[in-house]
């Protein structure tokens, strides 16, 4: 399985970009998809992510500003990331857990730099 994420770059604050993450594969059931992000010196931190109920956690400080979505024919999580800000700049990752007949798999895509300038 592959997790192939795409969209980053550098923007202005206030500017918009938007992350795709296409998973290829031998894929069972995709059971989580999301997506991380991590800073110079920070940890890897939750962004936004669908769970395995279907509901949607979003990080706090990405409320109202960004936006997840899904195909799911396509196998693809998409992030909508509008009123970018300074601190909104790391290497986004995607993420999935598939579930297979006896466990779950945990796979991370390879990350797509966001920088915003101010």
């Known amino acids: 399985v592959q997790l192939q994420a795409s969209g980053g770059g550098l923007v202005q604050a206030g500017g918009s970009l938007r992350l795709s993450c296409a998973a290829s594969?031998?894929?069972?059931?995709?059971?989580?998809m999301g997506w991380y992000r991590q800073a110079p010196g920070n940890q890897r931190e939750l962004v936004a992510t669908f769970t395995s109920s279907g509901s949607i956690n979003y990080r706090d400080a990405v409320k109202g500003r960004f936006a997840i979505s899904r195909d799911d024919a396509k196998n693809t999580v998409y992030l909508q990331m509008n009123n970018l800000k300074p601190e909104d700049t790391a290497v986004y990752y995607c993420h999935m857990i598939d579930k297979a007949p006896f466990r779950d798999n945990d796979y991370w895509g390879q990350g797509t730099r966001v920088t915003v300038s101010s």
């Open positions: 594969g031998s894929i069972f059931a995709i059971n989580v």
